[in-house]
């Protein structure tokens, strides 16, 4: 191996993701998908809250008005 060849090597170690120490290691039933997938639902929730909020009954009946259909 060239010197050239160890630092690349060196390199990619240096890049290489690193797992989150509060992720922990994933297992053989996908470690805490189902943690992260709820907090991820729980995020839409309070954006489509925060959506509709500032949202007018106007703004609304024209959003829906003015949805893209197709390849529009």
Request: aromatic fraction near 2%.
């Amino acid at each position: 191996m060239t010197s050239r060849e160890r630092e690349r090597e060196r390199e990619r170690e240096r890049h290489a993701p690193q797992p989150t120490p509060e992720a922990g290691p994933a297992g053989p039933d996908g470690g805490n998908l189902d943690a992260l997938s709820a907090e991820g639902a729980a995020f839409l929730a309070a954006g489509a809250q925060i959506v509709n909020a500032a949202l007018s009954g106007n703004s609304e009946a024209f959003l829906a008005a003015n949805r893209q259909q197709g390849g529009q």
